[in-house]
């Protein structure tokens, strides 16, 4: 049996948050091959913790988010793409809001396609 670990973002209401960058809660289930997945843990980061300020520090020092397979937001922009890549993470995106739904779809290949990054979501702070 495989199985992987897979970190929804989520809003304190429990919904799927529309930025990766931003995100200071996150759900991580195991998800096995043959079985239902099963919540693991939760994350939850301060702002200097978030994705967003790890990818502008730039300083190479690894994320919690690097000891998960797989990771899913409603958006995320390359750059924190391409990092968390680098450690293999993969970062998809989502229109889903259900983070149950979400892990469904990944599990199935049809995981709704993801937001349009807003650049100043990057920006605020």
């Known amino acids: 049996m495989t199985e992987k670990l897979v970190a929804v973002a989520v809003t304190k209401d429990g919904s799927i948050t529309p930025h990766a960058g931003r995100a200071l809660g996150w ?23 978030c994705l967003h300020e790890w990818h502008l520090r730039g300083d ?18 390359e750059g924190v793409r391409r990092r968390l890549q680098q450690r293999n993470t993969e970062l998809l995106t989502t229109s889903e809001t259900n983070p149950e739904q979400a892990i469904a779809g990944y599990r199935t290949g049809t995981l709704a396609p993801g937001l349009p990054h807003e650049q100043p979501a990057c920006s605020h702070s």
Do not use: C, E, M, Q
């Open 60 to 77: 190479g020092n690894r994320h919690p988010l690097h000891f998960v397979d797989v990771a899913i937001a409603a958006s995320a922009g």
């Open 27 to 49: 759900r991580v289930y195991a998800v096995p091959d043959d079985a239902d997945p099963s919540l693991a843990w939760t994350l939850d980061l301060t702002k200097t913790g």
